[in-house]
Nanobody
Framework: VQLQASGGGLVQVGESLRLSCTAS????????ITWFRQAPGKEREGISC???????????DYTDAAKGRFTLSRDNGKNTVYLQMNSLKPEDTAVYYC??????????????????WGQGTQVTVSS
């Protein structure tokens, strides 16, 4: 199974970015996607997750870091999950990763919970 995270870039404070997590060689229909980020010198943190298409497709969860500013969505035809990030702040600067686990959304740090990880995409928010 392979995931690819993309869409990162350099933006100004208050601007938006949309990250993509695209699967190849398997369908995301049965997988929940969790987004993580890791800032320089800090531990990786989970920020959001969305249930698989086949289990409560509209359920998503967000940590306080993402709540109110970030939104997850799916495009099943493109086998992709999107993370829309609005009102970006300098503290959002990090490498963002997506990870797939079967069925249900969970924001957990244990690598063993996930079947696949994307390679990461850099988000830099400049003030």
């Amino acid at each position: 199974v392979q995931l690819q995270a993309s869409g990162g870039g350099l933006v100004q404070v208050g601007e938006s970015l949309r990250l993509s997590c695209t699967a190849s060689k398997f369908t995301l229909d049965n997988y929940a996607i969790t987004w993580f980020r890791q800032a320089p010198g800090k531990e990786r943190e989970g920020i959001s997750c969305i249930n698989s298409h086949n289990y409560s497709i509209n359920y998503a969860d967000y940590t306080d870091a993402a709540k109110g500013r970030f939104t997850l969505s799916r495009d099943n035809g493109k086998n992709t999950v999107y993370l829309q990030m609005n009102s970006l702040k300098p503290e959002d600067t990090a490498v963002y990763y997506c990870a797939a686990r079967p069925r249900f959304c969970a924001i957990v740090a244990d690598n063993g919970e996930y079947d696949s990880w994307g390679q990461g995409t850099q988000v830099t928010v400049s003030s």
